[in-house]
């Protein structure tokens, strides 16, 4: 039937909740409770004896009811032993468990008797108030022995029948009767079809209600049609509700202050906390839903996060700290000495209070306070920059005190000993007392002003506050009555139909598209309109729409977003064919997109953050047969978008008439070929940069550069990349280029086919003459069998702290730095790391090639880094007599593990070489003899035999 073992996903296996391995007793076969019995005895819930047998008949006593309760429960908390008979017992710390949780109660003498036999009665006293059933309005279950359940059970009895959970025999309940063993298993099984007892994740529906006790549980995309029971054995441990449906209630008898989420698609009707001495906490995220939140215990300390809708706080001394948005706090009469906090972020809708001495602790905002005639010694308190928009009382010895800001407090009729302190706060008194303010008294039928922030006169014992308003609020919280009070989709529209001014006073959804077709100003007043817009008709489904000079200010708008793809009409605010639009401190997040700026003009200022929506914040275009492309001016406001993934802002096309955003030049600009993109950080989509205009990968950012007017510009890698090469080629109009190509500390590998002359394309740079080149603070690698060369140089090239590394990756590369032509400038920490064998860098002179000037390579003073491999000087054949006019080697700092080699020098020509600084490590005598001739006198120059090499000779 409903029955359904509880699975965990742990190391990617099916399990059981429970740890024991499923067995049968051996006197429970054929037993009318037996899949009862078996599946509890699974559960480890009930033992059998020394033989094995469940004795399923026997009587149970109450301390063996303990103990399974416990089992089941997990208590955390043990009661202070005040029984008489209640020594130290396998059973002991079960009954005091249970004593603590408000179970077992004792026997109103001082003793517990945890050897007499428990009752049908007593049973299910206890497991009511296990499940924190409601006893009081149950209805009459209508047992033929009705008459003889006592009243102290009577309510217990009529619950547990009411919910399928304890049935009679032949029409009798039999309350006196002692309960059996396998009566008390098959209520467990009765209320429980699920428990979950080990930590992991769970999924699959549950057919009647679960348990959970351990630490560490989730429970995902589940329907539960019964109750759930978040049990004391979760102790101060998390447990997470993901897309969880409860039909029934969420008891909360366990859990810490980090520890209850209700997240996803979940759906509580009603969360009861029963939390015994310690603080819990109930996280309401992303669309999840809970209606009504039960505080019943007085011992608890409740946070209680997110979005709510009834928060009753019941038990006496309860503590409650609100920390989101709530619709209806009511403190009932029950609730004495109890204490609710309004965090400085929360909002409240309304607060009811009942109680006797109860407080009311606001940082954030409420919107009204009442405070009934039951209730004596209300305390409401304000913090600075809290807000009450208004207190009726009707209690006895109310206060109102604080920073705070308190509009209005009505004295109602029958009220006695009310105070109010706080500044600027209109006491209108409907008593037959007089009210005591913190300057006087306002007498009965009079109305005043508190203390003011700005001149007035006094009457009635206060004083006359005068209304200063700045877009219909007043800084002690009035609203202007010129200003339309908004609140609702409904109060917007006939706003707008009146062509009033709107003041938003609290936070609502829209489900349908709100219309600004009137030059009107809105004011959000820091609230959120969350839409809800489900509509296909692009023309119907964006949250806001504007067509008209409208000012929208201080607002939050959160969706619409209803496609997982791009939808044309889902914006949160859409702008459509209007001019002189406003929008300031606004919001949107949420949505399909966030701002449309369609054939508008629009301006903004102040904040405008449009993070997180899912295809970008603000689209500036052109409508389809409209004239004008949208214009967007961001001059003096701060547009914030933290999104890597999608644009700030971008215009659906590349020109003028398709849209044009005025003050983007400190964001980050990107040209796809069809739109253009402005972020307010770096993207991931961008492998480099040239000033804030970003590009898809090197090779295009450095075209942008030499493409430009004046052929000057820095290059900026952004991150490790791969390519197939850079090139400056003369033949493609590269000459007079001043070229800077920051590595930013990454590494450009070359992957092929790599770039060259025709028929030579080998190297991962080919630079040609008539440029300047630095290339600076990065790595140049190779990953490729076509690349021979990392640098084929005939520019007037600097390598600033670069590293030029043939080692790394599979390739061909023989010459890591080949210089034809033109003067070379290496410094900084640059390192030129060849191939065992192969060559470092070479100066070429190659006059026969057109290249007569020559070539100068100079390591300078600044040089720190490292160049291993070969060293060649030489020339063509046809310049080498003139070789050392043309080709000059200078070195002047750095360290060196290297061979140089000269050739095609012409007789009697000594080569142009200076070495005046560095350190050499070179292969041979011979090679150092050959090394030491080009030192200059007095030079700072250590040049040593590598110890390899001294064994070899």
Known sequence: MKKKLASSLLAGTLVLAQAAPAFAAGDTAGHWAQDALDTWQNYGVIKGNEDGNLMPDSGITRGEMAVMLDRVMAYQLKAQNTFSDLDQNWYTDAILGANAAGIIMGMGDGTVQPGASITRQETAVMFARVLNLDTQSAPDAGFQDQDAIPDWAVGAVNAMAAAGYMQGGNGLFRPADTITRAEVVTILDNIFSANYNTSGEYTGDVDG?????????????????????????????????????????????????????????????????SRQEGKVRVAVEDSAQVSVVVVDQGTDSVKLEGELGTVSVEGAGAAVEIAGQVDTVSVTETAV??????????????????????????????????VTEAAEGTSIKTESGAKIDSVTTSGSNTTVEGEGTVSKVEAAEGSTGTTVTTDGTKVENNSSESVTTGSGTVEAGDSATTKPSTGGSTSGGGVVHTHSYVDGVCSCGAYDSAWAQVNSVESWNEAVAAGKNIVLTADFTAETQLALSAALTVNGNGKTILSANNAEDATASAGILVTAAATIKNLTVSGP????????????????????????????????????????????????????????????????????????????????????????????????????????????????????????????LAQARVGNELFATLVSAVDAVTTSEDKTGTVTLLKDCEGAGIGLFNKDGDVGVSLTIDFGGHTYTCVGPAVGSSGTESQAFHLERGNTVTLKDGTVLADSADVKMLVQNYCNLTLDSVTLDATQG??????????????????????????????????????SNGYGDGVSVTVDENMT????????????????????????????????????????????????????????????ESAKTALEQYVSENAQVTITVSSASDAAV
């Open 209 to 273: 209600s679960a348990v959970i006790s351990a630490d560490a549980v989730t429970l995902k995309d589940m329907h539960i049609t019964g109750d759930l029971i978040i049990a004391e054995g979760v102790g101060e441990g998390h447990v997470e509700l993901d897309n969880v449906t409860v039909d029934g209630r969420l008891l909360v008898r366990g859990g810490g202050a980090n520890s209850i989420v209700i997240k996803g698609g979940s759906k509580i009707t009603q969360v009861i906390v």
């Open 337 to 370: 000495d109890s204490t609710v906090i309004v965090n400085k972020d929360a909002a409240v809708n309304n607060v009811t209070t009942a109680a006797e001495n109860a407080t009311l602790t606001v940082a954030g905002t409420v919107e009204a306070v009442t």
């Open 561 to 684: 977003n209803n496609t997982t793809s791009w939808d044309e009409g889902e914006y949160g605010i859409k702008v459509y064919n209007a001019t002189g639009v406003k929008l300031e401190n606004v919001t949107v997040t949420a949505a399909n997109a966030g701002i449309q700026v369609n054939s508008s003009e629009v301006t903004l200022s102040g904040t405008i953050t449009v993070s997180d929506n899912e295809w970008g914040g603000i689209e500036v275009c052109k409508g389809s047969g409209l004239d004008n492309g949208g214009t967007l001016n961001i001059n003096g406001a701060t547009v914030v978008c933290s999104d890597t993934d999608v644009p700030a802002i971008w215009i659906d096309g590349t020109t003028e008439a398709d849209g044009v955003v005025i003050g983007a030049d400190s964001l980050y600009t990107y040209n796809t070929g069809t739109q253009i993109y402005y972020f307010t950080v770096i993207p991931q």
């Open 810 to 847: 599979t390739n061909s590369v023989s010459y890591n730095l080949s210089n034809n032509f033109g003067s070379i400038t290496i410094t900084g920490n640059t390192n030129i790391i060849a191939k065992d064998g192969q060559c470092a860098f070479d100066l070429y002179y190659w006059p």
């Open 865 to 924: 880094g490292k160049i291993v491999g070969k060293i060649e000087y030489g020339s063509d054949t046809t310049g080498s007599s003139t070789v050392a006019e043309k080709a000059h080697l200078t070195i002047a700092a750095g360290a060196f593990e290297i061979e140089l080699s000269t050739y095609n020098i012409g007789e009697g020509v000594t080569p142009s070489i200076s070495i005046t600084g560095g350190s050499f490590q070179v292969p041979s």
